[in-house]
Antibody
Framework: VQLVESGGGLVKPGGSLTLSCAAS????????MSWVRQAPAKGLEWVGR??????????DYAAPVKGRIIISRYDSKNTLYLQMNSLTTEDTAVYYC??????????WGQGTLVTVSS | EIVMTQSPAILSVSPGERATLSCRAS??????FAWYQQKPGQAPRLLIY???TRATGLPGRFSGSGSGTEFTLTISSLQSEDFGLYYC?????????FGQGTKLEIK
């Protein structure tokens, strides 16, 4: 399993950013995927998850980001996306992509840093 | 949302000694529970899932126990590489949630 996040960087408050997660080593279109973030020197926070199409293809979001983010997936490209809008300094964090395998194991990418600053 | 509370916040242990970390859930999460270790600048590393199943390659000195609302991670004989931050996590109910972490440091 390999998960490679990209798209992080510096963005101004109020701006938007889209992160990507390129997945390999497993059947992506059957996979439940998630995004988790970690603010500098802070704990871990689940951002949202994307269920496989066979399980309904729905997405769920955590309350702090609901309405400001969209998780989408392009199964034919084995890629998960996280579109973030109306960013604030509190969204500054490392964003991790996760794959939940059927045995209960979560696989993590190495993360991409998003910095929201003027 | 299920609140996960870890204790202690900081645990100081000498190499070779036993370490016991605890996590309590605000409501039952059955056995949908995991432990992670994190070192500075690295992604979290899965240690235990299903409350008691060791991740592939994890040394036998790590063990997880518990179900429902009370969980324990035991490291039987601490090695230098075991020091770091430890997080618990429930994946029984959405939103999945993490504990605030326990820092395991060298005494």
């Amino acid at each position: 399993v390999q998960l490679v996040e990209s798209g992080g960087g510096l963005v101004k408050p109020g701006g938007s950013l889209t992160l990507s997660c390129a997945a390999s080593g497993f059947t992506f279109d059957n996979a439940w995927m998630s995004w988790v973030r970690q603010a500098p020197a802070k704990g871990l926070e689940w951002v949202g998850r994307s269920k496989s199409k066979s399980d309904g293809g729905t997405t769920d979001y955590a309350a702090p980001v609901k309405g400001r983010i969209i998780i989408s997936r392009y199964d034919s490209k084995n890629t998960l996306y996280l579109q973030m809008n109306s960013l604030t300094t509190e969204d500054t964090a490392v964003y991790y992509c996760l794959y939940h395998d059927s045995s209960g194991v979560d696989h993590w990418g190495q993360g991409t840093l998003v910095t929201v600053s003027s | 949302e299920i609140v996960m509370t870890q204790s202690p916040a900081i645990l100081s242990v000498s190499p070779g000694e036993r370490a016991t970390l605890s996590c309590r859930a605000s409501q039952s999460v059955t056995s949908n529970f995991a432990w992670y270790q994190q070192k500075p600048g690295q992604a979290p590393r899965l240690l235990i899932y299903g409350a008691s199943t060791r991740a592939t390659g994890l040394p036998g000195r790590f063990s997880g126990s518990g179900s429902g609302t009370e969980f324990t991670l035991t490291i039987s004989s601490l090695q230098s590489e075991d020091f770091g931050l430890y997080y618990c996590q429930q994946y029984d109910n959405w939103p999945y949630t993490f504990g605030q972490g326990t820092k395991l440091e060298i005494k």
